[in-house]
């Protein structure tokens, strides 16, 4: 079912595109501190707007959570009182 979105500040038609994860793969950054954070991007939903580019492309919105985590060194921690 179509309905209305906001892209880039005006209200397009678009409709919701079902999908089907293949992969979801981790983005690894190693800090100078010894410290690793990985990070993905998990899609929750995607639009397919009634919005082209010049070479006829459609535009897609693409609505995602991100999940990270840290792998840090001991060194790094710190004791908290109360805790």
């Given amino acids: 079912m179509k309905r209305d979105y906001n892209f880039n500040g005006q209200m397009v038609p678009g409709e919701e595109v079902e999908f089907e994860t293949e992969r979801e793969g981790w983005n690894t950054y190693i800090l100078h501190d010894g410290t690793t954070i990985k990070l993905k991007a998990v899609v929750t939903s995607i ?37």
Wanted: aromatic share 8%.
């Fill in 47 to 83: 639009i397919r707007l009634d919005a082209w580019k010049p070479d006829g492309e459609p535009l897609y919105l693409v609505n995602s959570s991100n999940v990270a985590t840290a792998d840090v060194p001991r060194q790094l921690y710190r004791r908290i009182e109360g805790a």
